[in-house]
């Protein structure tokens, strides 16, 4: 399926050509019909005859319901533009031309009607001239009747050949479905309608609008029950867990955790807005009151009312508010900038912003230094190469600089500093994840107990005499502990002794028990040969020491578990 937008000013027969060629009656209200003219959106459908099927959201054309009209082409990839062959080009066929480029749309047709009642050619001519300049420049142009009939066959065929050229949608995507009616059905409740441009929606999907989770009780697409319905695609969806009143055109349906609800936004204007301080934003089909703050010459801060799920690219239009004049076309670029809080902060960002289209993942890592390949995914910018922990992201420039910042930190800290906590360092250094405190490490520095410390300092040398003497002490009885005078005899106390401890040339296993490295080990072997299960006794003779030593020996080779409580006096190797 394809869906295609009307356009064109009030009364030129956009609403008669549709049901031309559908056989449909678009306009659903009785007051449109006693009136003759469009006021909300209308909907219909045909298939062609070579097989495509063609959905149609009719707008209105009259400039009081400019906001119904944006809502139906906001969402919609290609547009039928109707002028009149005795009308000629209208004030609101310039308006909805104006309003399409700045929404992106740059496919479409030019259709003149009422070719019966006067020649088409000067309409047609007028018509091309508007378009140059603008997206839909070169658009073919169909001269027909929607009265008599004339022209339709070769209208078709024009709108065949405008749906083969439409590029594919992503239906593998999360999903955005833009809501543009509500309504409630006896029997099965609150139902919404859109068109879906990307995505797939299918029976018991969970979704969130609003905030709010909800779930899909049963689809339509045109009318026809279906279990799921891929882009591109025109939509009715029965909702459970919602009522009619919590919903609204202008909401959406997305996937959850797929989109982040912006409501502060960076974009690029065509034209510049200049110093315009308030404005109606139209995206999809929400038109949302935004605060205007300029930045450089054609980009602006947006800070809208109500969140929505906008991404990186995305396309709106900004209007004045109760004038109903377009301001100018709106480019998304960034859904999540940092505050501006200094003195001089717009300038600064209007300069990051210079020269960038459509940021990237690289563009959006070079402004806000660190972010998760799901951030970045949702902003609309997958992220390339590999995360440098986790699902973390950087950006090489920024990732560097925290670095230097790091072993900077560390380099100042006294020579017998235990280092800082991998939690402090993140806190030090703005980081919301301890992990990519810990990234950051190695040469010139290293992790050791979970504090950060420089990588491969040695001991200060009157230490190392020490722990040298010690070791040559424990050489011949390794478990015949110094006791607190001679540890100070040594020197090994307070930092000395810590410094001495974190560096792995002594062991630390209960108040003022230290012994080499390999202690447990060698206490662990000797104890495996006596009978099991042994006493304290048994052990402390085994090892040739003290109960003082004994008894935290035995106390890690628990917790580790070498070996097991079976009493208050007895332990058993965990094999017997």
Do not use: Y
Not at 30 to 46: N, P, V
Not at 74 to 82: D, E, L, S, T, Y
Not at 196 to 210: I, K, N, P, S
Not at 236 to 262: H, K, Y
């Amino acid at each position: 399926m394809r869906v295609i937008a009307t356009a064109g000013h009030v009364d030129h027969g956009k609403s008669t050509l549709v049901r031309a060629l559908t056989g449909m009656e678009p306009d659903r209200w009785a007051e449109e019909r006693r009136r003759g003219m469009t006021i909300d959106l209308g909907f219909a459908w045909t298939t062609l005859p070579g097989g495509e099927r063609i959905a149609f959201v009719d707008v209105p054309g009259h400039e009081r319901f400019v906001s119904n009209m944006l809502a139906g082409v906001g969402p919609c990839p290609a547009v039928m533009f109707v002028v009149a062959a005795d009308g000629g080009w209208q004030a609101q066929s310039a308006e909805h031309l104006a309003a399409l480029d700045a929404l992106g749309v740059r496919h479409g047709l030019i259709v003149v009607t009422r070719s019966d009642l006067a020649d088409p050619g000067p309409a047609a001519e007028q018509a091309r001239e508007h378009f140059d300049g603008t997206g839909l420049a070169g658009a073919p142009v169909v001269t027909v009747s929607g009265l008599t009939g004339q022209g339709l066959p070769e209208l078709e065929a024009a709108l065949a050949r405008l749906a083969a050229a439409l590029p594919g949608p992503d239906r593998e995507g999360p999903v955005r479905l833009w809501i543009d009616r509500v309504f409630t059905v006896t029997g099965a409740g609150t139902v919404v309608t859109g068109t879906l441009a990307q995505g797939t929606l299918r029976t018991g999907d969970e979704l969130d609008v609003g905030g709010r989770r909800v779930r899909v009780r049963g689809l339509q697409s045109l009318t026809e029950e279906v279990e799921a319905a891929g882009a591109t695609a025109r939509v009715a969806v029965n909702l459970r867990g919602v009522g009619r009143a919590d919903l609204a055109r202008g909401m959406a349906l997305v996937t959850p955790d797929a989109w982040l609800p912006a409501q502060v936004v960076d974009v690029r204007l065509a034209p510049d807005v200049g110093r315009r301080n308030d404005a109606t934003l139209h995206a999809g089909s929400a038109a949302v009151p935004v605060r205007v703050r300029a930045l450089g010459a054609d980009t602006a801060r947006l800070t809208l009312s109500r969140p929505l799920p906008l991404r990186v690219g995305d396309r709106g239009l900004l209007r004045e508010p109760g004038r109903h004049e377009i301001v100018a076309g709106v480019r998304v670029l960034d859904v999540r900038p940092a505050p501006l809080r200094r003195r001089g902060a717009a300038a600064a960002r209007a300069a990051e912003l210079a020269g960038v289209d459509v940021p990237d993942a690289a563009a959006l890592l070079r402004w806000h230094g660190l972010l998760t390949g799901s951030e970045l995914t949702a902003m609309g910018c997958p992220p390339a190469g590999e995360p440098v922990v986790g699902d973390w992201f950087a950006d090489p420039e920024h990732w560097s600089a925290l670095r230097h910042r790091l072993a900077d930190l560390v380099s100042r800290r006294p020579p017998l500093d235990p280092g800082i906590t991998l939690e402090a360092a993140a806190q030090l250094l703005g980081l919301p994840d301890r992990g990519l405190a810990e990234a950051l490490t190695g040469p010139p520095l290293a992790v050791r107990a979970g504090r950060i410390v420089p990588a491969g300092a040695g001991l200060p040398a009157a230490i190392a005499a020490a722990v040298a003497e010690l070791a040559a002490e424990l050489a011949e009885r390794p478990f015949d502990a110094p006791t607190a005078e001679r540890l100070a005899e040594l020197g090994l106390t307070g930092k000395a002794l810590a410094a001495a401890v974190r560096s792995g040339a002594l062991v630390s296993i209960g108040k003022n028990v230290v012994l080499l490295p390999d202690a447990l080990d060698r206490a662990a072997g000797t104890l495996a040969r006596l009978p099991s299960p042994f006493t304290v006794s048994d052990a402390r003779l085994a090892l040739a020491t003290s109960r003082r030593v004994v008894l935290p020996v035995l106390e890690c080779l628990d917790s580790r578990g070498v070996t097991r409580r079976v009493s208050n006096d007895l332990r058993a190797f965990r094999s017997s």
